[in-house]
């Protein structure tokens, strides 16, 4: 898997500092697992992080080492406070993410029709965010949209064209505000895309618009 | 998705990212503190445990209360950070990670998960905010050089708008997104900020490799 495209450093630093919301969280570290420059790159922003810790003033704590060591096991499932990471989550391994992220087989998610070629599965909302599986067979055209916010996909398998750039497994697309695109799929294959989106999407014409408030798009 | 039970938690790894193998920190004192944190988990050894914690304990716990906890608060997320560094020590691993960026770790999940949990924003967050908004970067900077960070001291040198943006990411614990609204700026600038100034200490911090 060649990746070619990258989520801005903000993301990376975000998701390093754990500032992100669950669902761009989950698809930024789906992005990174599968990717070895974002891997060093989040790596470092840990490293600044350490770094910045341990340049704090120290404060009082009344604990104490012998204390800690004698101290009866607390609860530790905060050690997992990632969502759970498969090793190759994008391309090939589509099924690992499924495993891993979904609990579920793809045909188990709640699937609706959106359009021509067009099926999409919400996986969380919370607050204004979003969070999609998106399946569309070759060739569709999804409507030409802008966002009121953020948006991240990733694609988990075949590819897509935003004018004359192309989002294949692997890469990460960074929509926003200033955004408007209109992904077309190619003709090899289907494609699947894991997205998170801030607000509603903004289309720019009628069908759609009519389609959002049925679809929670 | 399902809460994996601890015995998930042990197999997933704690720094989910596959950081490159065996980079020295080139800092003697980082690797020093990764010698012991290697005896606690491979000895049980109570005195390198001692020393990572009086090394760590006052430390991080200042950086919790600069994210804006109360003392007592502050204090039970270390309990848990440091309980963690001693009962999962087996789960550090020196390929991946120096000790203190897995400390570090620990508490940015132990952070992340107490915001979730709690579903709430923290209101000694908002005080600390007020209190120190206009100040933030010049404190930051002389606590820095009161503590002698080589990295914060070279957060200083960075122009001011991107430290503050850094700061307000790694201390006020806020996205791009609530950084940019915070300042009333485009997003794409917060971001131009974050990525130059990162990208400035990042060379920094590869030279001092």
């Not at chain 1, 801005?8 to 969280?25: P, Q, T, V």
């Not at chain 1, 599968?34 to 992080?49: D, F, H, I, K, Y």
């Not at chain 2, 920190?25 to 445990?49: F, H, M, N, W």
């Amino acid at each position: 898997m060649s990746i070619t495209r990258h989520p801005d450093s903000a993301w990376l630093i975000d998701y390093a500092c754990g500032n992100l919301s669950r669902g761009f969280e989950l698809v930024v570290s789906a992005h990174v697992m599968a990717c070895a420059r974002c891997a060093e790159e989040v790596r470092c922003a840990e490293r600044l992080g350490a770094e910045l810790m341990l340049g704090s003033a120290p404060a009082p704590a009344r604990l104490t080492a012998s204390g800690i060591i004698d101290a009866e096991p607390r609860e530790t499932a905060w050690l997992n406070g990632r969502p759970r990471l498969a090793t190759q989550p994008a391309g090939a391994s589509l099924q690992s993410f499924v495993d891993a992220y979904l609990d579920c087989g793809l045909s188990a998610l709640p699937w609706r029709k959106a359009g021509r070629g067009l099926q999409i599965a919400k996986l969380r909302a919370e607050d204004d965010e979003r969070l999609w599986v998106l399946r569309a067979a070759p060739n569709t055209v999804l409507p030409h949209h802008g966002h009121a916010g953020s948006e991240l996909t990733l694609v988990l398998k075949g590819a897509y064209f935003n004018g004359d750039t192309i989002y294949a497994a692997g890469d990460l697309e960074d929509a926003n505000e200033t955004t408007e695109h209109q992904p077309i799929v190619t003709r090899d294959g289907e494609c699947i895309c894991l997205a998170a989106t801030e607000g509603p999407l903004r289309f720019k014409s009628w069908p759609p618009r009519l389609a959002q408030r049925y679809l929670g798009i | 998705m399902n809460t994996p039970p601890d015995a998930a938690v042990d197999s997933a790894a704690i720094v989910p990212f596959p950081l490159d193998a065996g980079r020295p920190e080139g800092d003697d004192s980082a690797s020093q503190e990764t010698q012991l944190l290697l005896r606690v988990r491979d000895q049980r050894d109570r005195a390198a445990y001692q020393r990572l914690f009086d090394l760590f304990a006052g430390k991080v716990q200042g950086y919790l209360r600069r994210t804006g906890l109360d003392p007592a608060d502050a204090e039970n997320i270390l309990q848990d950070i440091m309980l963690a560094v001693w009962q999962k020590a087996r789960l550090f691993d020196a390929q991946r990670a120096s000790a203190r960026t897995w400390i570090f770790s620990l508490a940015r999940n132990r952070l992340i998960d107490m915001k979730r949990s709690a579903k709430r924003e923290y209101a000694a967050l908002e005080r600390f905010h007020q209190e120190t908004a206009d100040d933030q970067v010049y404190e930051e900077d002389m606590l820095a050089r009161a503590a002698g960070s080589k990295s914060v001291a070279l957060l200083s040198h960075l122009p001011p708008e991107q430290a503050s943006v850094l700061l307000m990411a790694y201390v006020e614990g806020k996205s791009h997104r609530e950084i940019a609204l915070e300042l009333n700026l485009p997003i794409g600038t917060v971001k131009s900020r974050a990525r130059l100034g990162f990208q400035r200490v990042r060379g920094l911090l590869e030279q001092a490799s």
